[in-house]
């Protein structure tokens, strides 16, 4: 039986990963809110800034974003800020963006969703 558990992420490591097309990317992005693409070739990555009240606010959220992260394998580059957090995704082993980079982005944006 497969497991419930908020912490499983074996699922999400076994689903191959490639790289999307340019035109796959630009799809996507449109379909998600403040969600950038930046950088070029192996630097490439999708981004957004997430603004807070306060650090309690932006370090609540940076904790909440991990474990998303550790659900799926996926872990973004963060800048940390006052009231700030920018977030990057993008996928080392196909030196590209993969739809695991957009699944997490629509994720990151879930957790504020509710609030
Ligand atoms: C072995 C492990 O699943 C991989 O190294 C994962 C870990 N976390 C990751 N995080 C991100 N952002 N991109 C990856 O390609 C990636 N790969």
Not at 64 to 90: G, I, M, T, W
Request: proline content about 3%.
């Amino acid at each position: 039986m497969p497991s419930t558990s908020m912490l499983s992420f074996k699922d999400w490591k076994s689903t191959p990963r490639r790289a999307l097309s340019a035109t796959e990317i630009v799809g996507a992005l449109a379909r998600l809110d403040g969600w950038k693409l930046t950088g070029n070739d192996a630097d490439v990555a999708i981004e957004k800034t997430y603004t807070f009240a306060n650090y309690f606010e932006t370090i609540a959220f940076v904790n909440a974003l991990a474990l998303v992260a550790h659900r799926f394998d996926h872990h973004p580059d963060l800048s940390v800020h006052y009231n700030r957090c920018v977030v990057r995704f993008n996928t080392h082993d196909v030196s590209g963006i993969s739809q695991t980079d957009l699944d997490c982005a629509a994720q990151a944006d879930a957790l504020l969703a509710a609030v």
